[in-house]
């Protein structure tokens, strides 16, 4: 299954350049741009990793990490960057992204970066489904209560 | 007067700061667009060279937006430089006009993160006034910095040169929002009243408090 990815940055341009490649290496690309909207599509679609920008208008990126924490605590998220808000990217990083990145960053941090993440969540998601068998196989009724 | 020094040291040296940072943050997020237009082109031509041929469109099109993305960098830096530049003489001519410009294209970043849109209205011929322009630059951003927090839900504040012809001239920020206890107890920046002094400007709000009003002499006093 192509690993899937939402991008969220207010930069029109660098959103949709950076789209396009990620599609070109058989990433399943959404884009948002603004945290509020970011939000919408997490309510509605799940993703693999969040590409999210730090700094932006409306909602700020720590904010938004918040909220894609709280609707979708799997999904792991790499925050961008510039010089000036990297405290802020480590600060992301406490309440649980998964790495960040400066802008401008080399095309293999990225990529390197996105599939770690997936990986990372693909084996949080192993990890829950074996507890869930192994939870069925002690104890049968609890599949009737849950 | 030390103490007045200081604060007026601080305040200047945020405001430097905070414009640098500002402003190199920008350069970044457009560095950052070129690096994956040229990115793009690679990975075009890499697949290309698999099939056999990539479309010179294509090709022109990132070109362009590489190029197009140099000249925005050039503005902010040519922005940078003349802001720098309002440092060399403690004591110069200045263009009002210009310091608006030049204050709001620094300030539009923040502005944009605030959700705030600036817009100046400056006068087609210059407004001369000779002043410290380091200092009337950290004075204006105060204002301006305090107009963002207040500003009314529109979320666009007008700045404009007003009276060029008067004994003093005028800078007004309009479309502030500003509550009825900042109204009634008058309208001060302490963080910036050294500052003001040594200007010799007067600041205050429009009885609807929806407009910061800064009188400026047109020859500061030098002490």
Redesign the interface.
Known sequence: MKTRILIVDDEPEFVEVLSERLGLRDYDVTTSSSGKDATEKLEKLNFDVVILDVLMPDMDGIETLKKIKGLKPLTEVIMLTGHATVETAIEGMKLGAYDYLMKPYKDDDLFSKIDKASAKKGEHEERIREAKVKEIVSSPRSVLSS | MREDMMTMSEEGFQFIGKMT??I??EI??V???????A??ME?LIA?GEKKGGVDPARIQSLAE?IGQ?AMKADGIVQNMNHFAHSMDDFIADVDLGKTLDLLAALSGRIA????VTLKTRVPDAPVWIKTHPILLETLLWGCLDFAMDKASEEKQLGIEVAQPEGESVQIRIAGIDTPEDVCASGFSLERCEAIRRILGAEMGLTTEGDEIVIDLPRQVQVR
Request: charged letters at 25%.
């Open positions: 940072a500002s190199t943050h970044k997020n560095l950052a667009v070129i690096r994956e237009n990115g793009l990975d697949m937006k993305q944009t993160v605030r959700g």
